[in-house]
């Protein structure tokens, strides 16, 4: 089946460093990869769509300037958390899905990353 | 109004129970439809596509009714490892996807 691979697992930082959070998906190509975050006991919500080759698009309310995410390749996108602070600490996911597929394709998500910022 | 509506729950139910869950979508154009599990602290992992006909795996039932803009989930003969956040996810384009609250489901001995 497909999937996607995310790492770190986890990551603690300083206040105003910057932490970058890798997808990869392992046996397919994807065009497009998406990326959440969830705080505790909370929904899932999108941050932005990543688009390999092209600019990401950002849901409202996210700074792009903040959260700075490269799709440089069909199975790599890349988000980085830049200054974090601690109110960024979360649980930080990605999925992607075929671009090969069909609409009936699901998404496949990776493993999230739980960035700690101190 | 949400694109996709779910009751957030919880449902406490007991070992060998039935229960049901429903999720509500907006966007009667909407394409494709799924049932994913979610673990706390983990990442969402599907539990099944739902397809028009209606499609079952195991004690897992997933029935699509397009008419009322509803999907569900039944879950027959609950464990106790059925006790998760169960997110129905509504595709209604190729990279639009959205997303349920997610019911929680606790199953007790």
């Known amino acids: 089946g497909a999937v996607v691979s995310q790492h770190p697992s986890w990551v603690i930082c300083k206040s105003g460093t910057s932490v970058k959070i890798e997808c990869r998906s392992l046996?397919?190509?994807?065009?497009?990869m998406f990326w959440y975050r969830q705080f505790p006991k909370q929904s899932l919500m999108l941050m932005a769509t990543?688009?390999?080759?092209?600019?990401?698009?950002?849901e409202q309310g996210v700074e792009k300037d903040k959260f700075l995410i490269n799709h440089a390749s069909l199975t790599l996108s890349t988000l980085t958390v830049t200054s974090a602070h601690p109110e960024d600490s979360s649980f930080y996911i990605c999925?992607?899905?075929?671009?090969?597929?069909?609409?009936?394709?699901?998404?496949?998500f990776g493993n999230g990353t739980r960035l700690t910022v101190t | 109004r949400k694109e996709v509506e779910q009751d957030p729950g919880p449902f406490n139910v007991p070992e060998g129970a039935t229960v049901a869950f429903n999720c509500t979508y907006s966007?009667?154009?909407?394409?494709?439809f799924f049932w994913y599990r979610q673990d706390c602290r983990k990442e969402p992992k599907l539990l099944m596509s739902?397809?028009?006909s209606g499609n079952e795996d195991g004690r897992f039932t997933a029935q699509l009714n397009r008419a009322s803009q509803y999907i569900s989930l039944l879950i027959r003969d609950s464990k106790l490892s059925d006790s998760a956040t169960y997110l129905c996810?509504?595709?209604?384009?190729?990279?639009?996807?959205?997303f349920g609250s997610g019911t929680k489901l606790n199953v007790k001995p």
């Open positions: 966007n009667s154009a909407s394409q494709s």
């Open positions: 739902v397809y028009s």
């Open positions: 999925s992607a899905r075929p671009t090969a597929g069909t609409v009936n394709s699901p998404l496949h």
């Open positions: 046996d397919f190509q994807a065009t497009t």
């Open positions: 996810v509504v595709n209604t384009g190729f990279n639009k996807f959205y």
């Open positions: 990543s688009n390999e080759g092209s600019k990401a698009t950002y």
